[in-house]
């Protein structure tokens, strides 16, 4: 059962961090560091957002809508609930909001698999299901709003998507350490 704290705000030392220890033969994912993480994925965000709003203006044709906004701002903690608990155990919120970035940790492992889909699946609630709607039926322009901002600040978690899909072999797991993510292969995985 996942338990979930706020931890409050991340001072930049990874070591203060809840985490899973490191797994013989651990591997570190080839990732940016979190200052540069934050300032990148922030330019990304801006531009999938001018994707999305653009989309959404072309086929709503009517103005942004104030709710949808209000209601993407509102979804960011909620936004963070959804990948804890996704984690076995205790799960831990920080916030680093000088560089615009709220996250958990947890000492759990992931398969390939779990960790894409719990790095997806609140982006899935919150962005691409309420865009999808609101492109089926274009006068739903809260779900319009609310999904073309929330995808665009799914960002960094699309990030760690990449990275998984990319740098993870077949039968690996995945767990957080500090800030950065690393892949292992489970003893039973490994060919003698």
């Known amino acids: 059962m996942t ?10 030392d990874p070591e203060k961090l809840i985490t899973h220890p490191h797994e013989p033969d651990y591997v570190p994912f080839k990732e940016m ?6 300032l990148v994925m922030n330019i990304v965000s801006l531009f999938v957002a001018a994707v999305t ?17 209000i ?14 608990i996704c984690f076995e155990g ?19 492992t992931f ?23 609101f ?19 799914g960002t960094g978690d699309y990030y760690n998507v990449w990275n998984a899909l990319t740098q993870m072999p077949k039968g690996s797991r995945t767990y ?3 800030t950065n993510s690393f892949w292992y292969m489970p003893q039973d995985n490994k060919k003698a």
């Open 33 to 38: 560091d979190m200052k540069k993480l934050g």
């Open 71 to 84: 209601l993407m701002v509102v979804s960011l903690v909620p936004h963070e609930f959804l990948h804890a």
């Open 135 to 153: 492109l089926i039926n274009p006068s739903w322009t809260v779900l319009g709003t609310l999904g073309a901002m929330a995808i665009s600040a």
């Open 111 to 133: 398969s390939k698999a779990g960790f894409i889909f719990m790095s997806m699946l609140p982006n899935l609630v919150f962005g691409f299901i309420p865009f999808f709607l």
């Open 53 to 69: 709003l653009g989309i959404y203006f072309f086929v709503s044709r009517s103005p942004f809508n104030m709710i949808g906004a």
């Open 90 to 108: 205790d799960v831990y919120m920080y916030e680093n909001l000088k560089q615009g970035m709220l996250f958990v940790v947890g000492p759990g």
């Open 3 to 12: 338990k979930f704290h706020f931890a409050g705000r991340y001072d930049g």
């Open 176 to 178: 957080l350490h500090g």
